[in-house]
């Protein structure tokens, strides 16, 4: 056998992972890219620009 079969994770532990989201130049709100479907959205609470930004969220 020359696999590692050492990397335990716990159950509760959830993944994080950095994508690409569309983020409010304004407010907080931001969108994942999946829910937008415009070359250029604008925001739904403040109708201000997006910008696609890197972000850190839960995956799982
Ligand atoms: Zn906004």
Do not use: L, T
């Not at 983020?23 to 415009?38: D, G, K, L, M, T």
């Amino acid at each position: 056998m020359s696999y590692f079969n050492n990397r335990r994770k716990p159950a509760s532990e959830h993944v994080y992972a950095d994508i690409i989201i569309w983020q409010c130049s304004i407010c907080n709100c931001w969108s994942r890219p999946e829910f937008v479907h415009v070359a250029e959205p604008n925001c739904p609470m403040c109708k201000g620009m997006m910008n696609r930004e890197a972000k850190n969220i839960r995956i799982e």
